[in-house]
C-alpha cells in the first residue's frame, strides 16, 4: 500500500465508495470493477481507479476489485477500522442533529460526551449522552480517552472552546462554526462548510440562465 | 471577468475568502494584498491570487485588491447578488439547525418554506416559518418562487423528496442525507458529506501515530 500522501479530493470521494461498497456487500457481491462503481458513485471509471491505487493493488485487469479486501484497506489507512472517542462542545441543535446521527457510532466515530455551558442543558441526557458543563472538559477527555473535538458552539465562543480541548490534549478539532481557529502547530482542523455547495448551486442555476 | 468554469476546490475557498474580506471591510479596510488574505485564510498567497483571477483583474501589483469591487465581483460570479428562496424538506434536528441558521438568509439564501409529511410537525412554526405538508410542496414551489431544495429527510424518504422538488420545477438539490440521488439532465445536486472531514482528522491522527 503506498503510504502518506492521499489527495484531498480522493478523501473527498472516499466515504461515497465506501457507502457504495457497503452496499454492493450487503447486497452479496464479491467483485466489483471500477465501472460499475464509477457509475453509482456519478464519476469517471479512470477517476475511480486512480483514487482506489492509493488503498493497494486490488484491481485485477478484466475482474475487478475484491470488495472485502478494498474495504479493509481503505479501512486501515483512514484509520476507521478502530474506534475514535468524539467530544461534542456546543448542544443547540446541530449538536443534538450530530449526536442524535445513528452513522456517526456505525462509522467507528463515537461521541462520547456533550458539553454546553448553558445551566439549563446541563444534565439533560440526549440519545443517552449527558449534556456536561464545558468547564469539566479536561477532566473528562482524559477520563474518556477523547482524541477528537467537534465544534457547535455560537462563533464568538468557538476559539475559547477550542483552546480548551488543546489544553485537554485534543489534537484533532472538526469545526462546524463560520469562525477560523488560531491553533499551534500539531493541532489539525478541518472546517464544515454550510456555504460551499449552495454557492456551487447558484453559480450552476445562475450559468444556466445566462445561456438562455 | 474570465466567465464559465470556476473550478470546484476554487469555489470550495471563496466561502472562507468572502468572509474574511468582509471581515476587513468592516474594519475599515479598503484595500487588501494577497500575502494577508492568505495569511488570514491558511493558505498561500499564490493560490488565493490564481483563486481571485477567476473573478477578474482586481489586484494591483505592489498594491492589492480593492475589498468592495472584489466581493461585487464575486458575489456576481456566483450570482449571490440576489436572493435565491429555498425550500427545506424533513423537519428534523438537523432541519431545525438549517432554519434557525442566520446565515443563511445574510448570504441571500432565504429558507421561505419548511415541508415535512409529520402530522404532529405540520402547523408549527419554526423561526417564522411554518412546517407544511409535503404534499403542498408543488403549489408551495410556484406560490414562492422556490429555485433551490436542501433535503434533510431521513435517507429512505430522500428521492421521493428529490421527485417532488423535481416535479415542482426545482432545479438545484442540496443533500444532507447520504442518499445518492438519480435526478435528470439539467438538474444540479450538490451532497453535504459529513465524514470527509472526520476521515481525514482520523487519517492525520492515524499518519502522526505511524511516525512516533
Given at each position: 500500500m503506498k503510504h502518506g500522501h492521499i489527495p484531498r479530493v480522493t478523501i473527498g470521494r472516499l466515504s461515497m465508495y465506501i457507502q457504495e461498497l457497503e452496499s454492493m456487500a450487503r447486497e452479496g457481491i464479491e467483485v466489483v470493477s471500477s465501472e460499475p462503481l464509477a457509475k453509482a458513485c456519478d464519476v469517471n471509471a479512470s477517476q475511480v481507479r486512480k483514487d482506489l491505487s492509493y488503498f493497494g493493488e486490488f484491481g485485477v485487469r478484466g475482474v475487478g476489485y475484491n470488495i472485502a479486501k478494498l474495504l479493509e484497506s481503505i479501512s486501515l489507512a483512514l484509520g476507521i477500522h478502530r474506534q475514535w472517542n468524539v467530544a461534542l462542545v456546543g448542544i443547540g441543535n446541530l449538536g443534538r442533529a450530530l449526536l442524535n446521527h445513528p452513522e456517526f457510532k456505525q462509522r467507528n466515530f463515537h461521541v462520547v460526551?456533550?458539553?454546553d455551558c448553558d445551566p439549563f442543558k446541563i444534565g439533560e441526557i440526549v440519545q443517552g449522552t449527558e449534556?456536561?458543563?464545558t468547564?469539566?472538559?479536561n477532566?473528562?477527555?482524559r477520563e474518556l480517552g477523547i482524541e477528537i473535538g467537534i465544534l457547535t458552539t455560537p462563533p464568538e465562543r468557538t476559539q475559547r472552546a477550542t483552546q480548551h480541548l488543546i489544553d485537554a490534549g485534543v489534537r484533532a478539532i472538526l469545526n462546524y462554526t463560520p469562525a477560523r481557529l488560531r491553533v499551534p502547530e500539531g493541532v489539525h482542523v478541518?472546517?464544515?462548510d454550510f456555504f460551499h455547495s449552495l454557492y456551487t448551486l447558484s453559480l450552476n442555476?445562475?450559468?444556466g440562465e445566462r445561456h438562455l
Open positions: 460526551a456533550a458539553f449534556i456536561i458543563c468547564k469539566r472538559l477532566e473528562k477527555v478541518e472546517y464544515v442555476l445562475s450559468l
